[in-house]
């Protein structure tokens, strides 16, 4: 996997501007702050961040994958100032969960999610290398 960056341009902060793969693909449905008995953990927005983020991990381990895998990120959020108001904590769940490994990523705001108490959805791609590649 290569991180895609032009020589030129300013340093990007907690994203990849692009990402150059080979390997097996897995795409992960969006995922929000629930757990396994599809309950919202909590409707704090970090919160639920960071059960989102746990639940890519879990489905990427059904594939035999990991979060240094991934190569996309799409985030999907209903309110853009509360994700910049508590970027710092968004980032600290994210390394926590995911770790210093940071994918192309795309955030955008949405007037709703399906689910109700849902603040966050996040969908994903990974790239699992081939073996002794």
């Given at each position: 996997?290569?991180?895609?960056?032009?020589?030129?341009?300013?340093?990007?902060k907690?994203?990849?501007?692009?990402?150059d793969?080979?390997?097996?693909?897995?795409?992960?449905?969006?995922?929000?702050g629930w757990?396994?008995?599809?309950e919202?953990?909590?409707?704090?927005f970090v919160?639920?961040?960071d059960?989102?983020?746990?639940?890519?991990?879990?489905?990427?381990?059904?594939?035999?994958?990991?979060?240094?895998?991934?190569v996309?990120?799409?985030?999907?959020?209903?309110?853009?100032?509360?994700?910049?108001?508590?970027?710092?904590?968004?980032?600290?769940?994210?390394?926590?969960?995911?770790?210093?490994?940071?994918?192309?990523?795309?955030?955008?705001?949405?007037?709703?999610?399906?689910e109700?108490?849902?603040?966050?959805?996040?969908?994903?791609?990974?790239?699992?290398p081939?073996?002794?590649?």
């Amino acid at each position: 996997m290569r991180l895609l960056h032009p020589k030129d341009w300013a340093p990007t902060k907690g994203f990849s501007n692009g990402v150059d793969a080979e390997g097996r693909q897995v795409f992960v449905a969006g995922q929000i702050g629930w757990n396994a008995q599809q309950e919202i953990v909590s409707d704090d927005f970090v919160a639920q961040v960071d059960q989102a983020l746990r639940n890519i991990v879990d489905i990427l381990a059904e594939a035999g994958a990991r979060p240094e895998h991934l190569v996309r990120l799409t985030w999907y959020v209903t309110d853009k100032r509360e994700y910049l108001a508590r970027a710092r904590e968004v980032g600290q769940a994210y390394q926590r969960v995911i770790g210093r490994h940071y994918p192309a990523m795309t955030l955008v705001q949405v007037a709703a999610l399906l689910e109700e108490r849902a603040k966050v959805e996040i969908e994903s791609t990974a790239v699992v290398p081939a073996k002794g590649g």
